[in-house]
């Protein structure tokens, strides 16, 4: 049986290429608990695709 909690899985997705109008999307899967944060995470990731660490925000 699976262990019941507050860990959820969140897509992290980047700003600032969605706003440089470029092909693709840099996206990041991760866990967060709920009770802990419940806003919006915000973390500095890697983007593959800018070829630089970039602002990418929770998304859904």
């Known amino acids: 049986m699976a262990k019941k909690g507050n860990r959820i899985q969140v897509i ?3 700003t600032e290429h969605k706003a ?5 999307t840099s ?9 802990n944060t419940p806003d919006r995470m915000e973390l ?4 593959p695709i800018m070829k630089k660490m970039t602002v990418h925000k929770e998304i859904k």
Do not use: D, P, V
Request: glycine share 10%; proline share 0%.
């Open 27 to 35: 996206r990041y899967i991760t866990t967060k608990n709920k009770k």
């Open 44 to 47: 500095k990731k890697f983007n």
């Open 12 to 14: 992290l997705e980047c």
């Open 20 to 24: 440089s109008g470029l092909a693709g």
